[in-house]
């Protein structure tokens, strides 16, 4: 059942060029210039144009993958985006009107504050689209519109694929809706669209260099504290490679936006504490780069995530890298994640914990 792997996580992390694929499968018109969503059929090209927000609403890693498609649909479409913990969107009163679309985010279609936060925007006259892993979920009944990952059956209570397929519908979605807008040129959709075909090969590529990671794993599996740092959406998957690595590993971690470092934090950094550094973001480059080096004047030991072609001009202010193929920077994300779970899985992995049944996790929480 788990098709020779230890673990199911392991097995998931490796399904995601899969993943990537079924989820982009039949919504790429065959010359692939264009999105297609049959699915959506509450929201035509005339309701979306009369959107004026979107809130995204969804719990952990999912929210997680919410922050990034915030990126995207502004990006792409120009419309104010919030991203919410489902928990906190109920109860803060939140402006949803008529013409706001609510973005639901759930794997198992399960969670009772995401399916609360579903009914709560319905009842306020919102149209509600739900990402979702699980046809005939109760998130994916009660939604508008539903856009369904193709991930498959997720058995770790870790999510990997499930995250990474989300960032595909955004995509899908947010190209989409530039489309009905007029928002991108359709040279610009298509060029988006030829960087996503490649994303599944390109997560292979990372994915044979699993044992590279492996062994930093190990080292970062003494430490009792680290940080992950990062800025715009390298800042978003370090939330994510955070959780990811609290949740199966018990190390606890902060993940930080690295501009705001010196607001407070790099007090915690001494000699030796290990920094994660995402660093694919081009516009970011020198920014983050000066922060890395804010970090490594501490002491701090840091793992750089970069693009490849920038290790030697990196190698000077990190103690270890790990290059991901090149992409666009609105899709690094999808690439970027996944040395940081193969990161998660060998640090729990070599702590001896349950790596698919973390201690006090639930794979579905459906109470609020
Ligand atoms: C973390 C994780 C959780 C879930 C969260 C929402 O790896 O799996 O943070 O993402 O409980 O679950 P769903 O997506 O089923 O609503």
């Known amino acids: 059942e788990k098709g020779g792997f230890d673990h199911f996580m392991l097995k998931e992390i490796h399904e995601q060029p899969k993943a990537y694929r079924d989820t ?26 009369g959107i004026n927000r979107v809130h995204i609403v969804a719990c952990g890693t999912a929210m997680h993958a919410g922050l990034v498609g915030k990126t995207v649909i502004e990006t792409l479409v120009r419309i104010p985006v919030e991203t919410d913990v489902a928990s906190e969107y109920r109860y803060r009163s939140p402006i949803i009107t008529p013409e706001t679309l609510v973005i639901v985010v759930s794997q198992s279609g399960e969670t009772a504050d995401t399916l609360a936060a579903l009914r709560e925007a319905q009842r306020c006259g919102a149209k509600v689209l739900a990402i979702t892993n699980v046809v005939g979920s109760s998130v994916a009944r009660e939604a508008d519109d539903v856009i369904i990952t193709l991930a498959g059956p997720e058995i770790a209570v870790a999510s990997t694929k499930a995250y990474t397929s989300q960032l595909i519908a955004f995509y899908l979605f947010g190209l989409y809706w530039a489309q009905t807008t007029g928002s991108q040129t359709a040279e610009q959709i298509a060029h988006i669209l030829a960087a996503m075909d490649s994303l599944p090969e390109q997560v292979e590529r990372i994915l044979s260099q699993a044992d590279t990671i492996k062994t930093v794993a190990e080292d970062i599996s003494k430490s009792s504290s680290l940080f992950f740092i990062g800025r715009g959406l390298d800042f978003a ?3 994510e490679g955070s959780l990811k690595l609290k949740e199966i590993s018990y190390i606890h971690s902060e993940a930080y936006a690295a501009g705001e470092l010196k607001h407070g934090t790099l007090a915690l950094i001494e000699e030796g504490v290990p920094v994660i550094a995402l660093l694919t973001q081009e516009d970011l480059y020198e920014k983050t780069l000066s922060n890395i080096k804010e970090t490594k004047a501490r002491g701090a030991h840091v793992l750089a995530i970069v693009n490849e072609g920038h290790e030697a001009e990196v190698a000077k202010s990190v103690d270890r890298q790990f290059a991901i193929p090149r992409t666009l920077q609105l899709l690094s994300p999808a690439l970027s994640v996944v040395p940081l779970q193969l990161l998660s899985y060998y640090a729990s992995l070599a702590l001896g914990h349950d790596v698919d049944k973390p201690r006090n996790l639930a794979k579905s929480v459906t109470v609020e």
């Open 237 to 239: 998957v370090a939330l």
């Open 24 to 49: 982009m499968r039949g919504r790429i018109s065959e010359d692939g210039k264009n999105v297609v969503l049959p699915e959506l059929t509450t929201l035509t090209p005339e309701t979306l144009k």
